[in-house]
Nanobody, 124 residues
Framework: VQLQASGGGLVQAGGSLRLSCAAS????????MRWYRQAPGKQRELVAA???????NYADSVKGRFTISRDNAKKTMYLQMNSLKSEDTAVYYC???????????????????WGQGTLVTVSS
């Protein structure tokens, strides 16, 4: 099982980026998915979350600028980031509550399964 985040890069303040997080492997169920970020010298913070039914919530710092979405058929989550600010610079990580199958087909439920991060750098 793997969560692959992509889409990070360097952008000027006021610009936009779209991050993706693709889940792969023998996944039976993909529940709530989340984006976190960690800026240099700071604690990791929850940016946004989306349930399998599409309910969302956001950190106050990104409300009105970021939009989280998902495509359940593609097992992929997105984060559209607009009006980027220098303080949005961070490594962005995705996570998911999921159930996957072991090689013997035994289901295993995992809360907050983490993927690798993707770096977003916003220049002022």
């Amino acid at each position: 099982v793997q969560l692959q985040a992509s889409g990070g890069g360097l952008v000027q303040a006021g610009g936009s980026l779209r991050l993706s997080c693709a889940a792969s492997g023998r996944i039976f169920n993909l529940g709530t998915m989340r984006w976190y970020r960690q800026a240099p010298g700071k604690q990791r913070e929850l940016v946004a979350a989306i349930t399998s039914g599409g309910s969302t919530n956001y950190a106050d710092s990104v409300k009105g600028r970021f939009t989280i979405s998902r495509d359940n058929a593609k097992k992929t989550m997105y984060l559209q980031m607009n009006s980027l600010k220098s303080e949005d610079t961070a490594v962005y990580y995705c996570s998911a509550d999921l159930t996957y199958a072991r090689t013997d087909d035994t289901p295993v439920a995992v809360a907050d399964y983490w993927g690798q991060g993707t770096l977003v750098t916003v220049s002022s």
